[in-house]
């Protein structure tokens, strides 16, 4: 089943991913949890002394994931394809969806995002590229993977903020919405995973959350 059918009419969507407990990972995920209570994000990205980077970016990273399923998942009666025929975030900026396969389609936004999020999730399902058992080591490839994930969780951030921020507001989201975004920011930032050309759509937002 899709992420994200045509027919759902909840204003939720439950997360698909979920870390098991007893595992490696679930300890890193608590780690997570516990830094940012502290309120200080910069200290919640950084990697942990003695730990494997690309275990700590895959934990984070299916940390996003769950983050902008549920965010997305309040404003689904908004993103409609009436109401968003093009994948966009602003009138500079439109998506077209790719899976390295065929040739890019041009899209409405809740069709390219339930692509992106069952895309992420097979990423995910795949033992190859997000072991899930102690002692498999991560592929050499990991981290372009990993790089192509959080890009277009990006842009479902980015379109979110663009074409839905009103309807956020009115659910008194916007608190939750711009803590994730700025935690995404700062662990994108700290470890180069995104390219600031990518970054332009919410430039100005990134530079008023950061204090730049």
């Given amino acids: 089943m899709s992420f994200l059918s045509s027919s759902t009419k909840s204003k939720t969507v439950r997360p698909k991913k979920n870390i098991p407990e007893g595992t490696h990972q679930y300890d890193l995920m608590k780690h997570v949890e516990k830094t ?69 389609i ?45 890009k277009r969780l990006f842009r479902v951030y980015a379109h979110i903020y663009h074409q839905h921020f009103q309807e956020v507001v009115g659910l008194k989201e916007e608190a939750h919405l711009n803590t994730s975004f700025k935690h995404f920011i700062f662990f994108v930032q700290e470890f180069n995973l995104i390219d600031c050309k990518e970054l332009a759509p919410l430039q100005e937002l990134i530079e008023r959350l950061l204090g730049k």
């Fill in 106 to 150: 041009k899209c409405s936004a809740p069709r390219y995002i339930d692509f992106v999020m069952s895309w992420v999730q097979d990423q995910f399902d795949d033992e190859a590229l997000f072991p899930s058992k102690i002692g498999v080591t991560y592929p050499k490839n990991f981290l372009t993977i990993a790089k192509t994930i959080l």
């Fill in 36 to 104: 940012l209570e502290s309120g200080n994000l910069q200290q919640a990205v950084a990697l942990p002394e003695g730990e494997e980077l690309n275990e700590w970016v895959a934990v984070n990273t299916v940390d996003f994931f769950n983050q902008i399923n549920m965010l997305y998942g309040t404003i689904t009666e908004f993103c409609t394809g009436k109401k968003c025929p093009v994948m966009s975030a602003g009138p500079k900026y439109e998506y077209h969806w790719a899976d390295g396969q065929t040739k890019p």
